[in-house]
């Protein structure tokens, strides 16, 4: 069975970094296409990055330059590193498997705020 | 930028049915932009109903369908439930690895 679990929220203050996981079971990340999405309290559904089975990486105009997608084959993780964090990164952010996706984890939150 | 457009709200009456659709603010939506749809309830997760155009994730109920309508994308409910009542999301592949998701339709069963 396939699951996904993120981890690593929580709140940070503006300017500041945070790493998100996600730890996958029933399937090899580094084999799939993995995207993370996000959805800002109220807000609709956000895509922000992807990362192919052969390691090339994608981002929305919105996180270029700030966030980065990454695996760790020997966890079988993906992780999203955000860096600058802003008040509008606010958001309950999701992990996915496949493109278009077809599998969701339950989303971690991130709170941007002094 | 290109805009992925669906209706902001939609409603149907139980055992009705309801269309919903995604467009694009230019252009239109085929089979290559891989259109899919979600089904999300608040306080959950988002969960897959049809993927790439028209094919059922596992689970999802045969009164969901999905298909290319014109120059757009569309979601179709079916005999309508009081469950159906969620947010509903597309998403497109737009290539060069990005993909981007419509504003939602709040589908109301009433």
């Known amino acids: 069975e396939v699951q996904l679990v993120e981890s690593g929220g929580g709140l940070i203050q503006p300017g500041g970094s945070l790493r998100l996981s996600c730890a996958a079971s029933?399937?090899?990340?580094?084999?799939?296409?993995m995207n993370w999405v996000r959805q800002a309290p109220g807000k609709g559904l956000e895509w922000l990055s992807v990362i192919y089975s052969g390691g090339s990486t994608y981002y929305a105009d919105s996180v270029k330059g700030r966030f980065t997608i990454s695996r760790d084959k020997s966890k079988n993780t993906l992780y999203l590193q955000m860096n600058s964090l802003r008040a509008e990164d606010t958001a309950v952010y999701y992990c996915?498997?496949?493109?278009?996706?077809?599998?969701w984890g339950q989303g971690t939150l991130v709170t941007v705020s002094s | 930028q290109t805009v992925v457009t669906q209706e902001p709200s939609f409603s149907v009456s139980p055992g009705g049915t309801v269309t919903l659709t995604c467009g694009l603010s230019s252009g239109s939506v085929s089979t290559s932009y891989y259109p899919s749809w979600y089904q999300q309830t608040p306080g959950q997760a988002p969960r897959t109903l049809i993927y790439?155009?028209?094919t059922r994730s596992s689970g999802v109920p045969d009164r969901f369908s999905g298909s290319i309508l014109g120059n757009k994308a569309a979601l179709t409910i079916t005999g309508a439930q009081a469950d159906d009542e969620s947010d509903y999301y597309c998403v497109l592949y737009m290539g060069s690895g990005i993909s981007v998701f419509g504003g939602g339709t709040k589908l109301t069963v009433l």
């Open positions: 790439t155009t028209n």
């Open positions: 029933g399937f090899t990340v580094s084999s799939s296409y």
């Open positions: 996915a498997r496949d493109t278009p996706i077809a599998y």
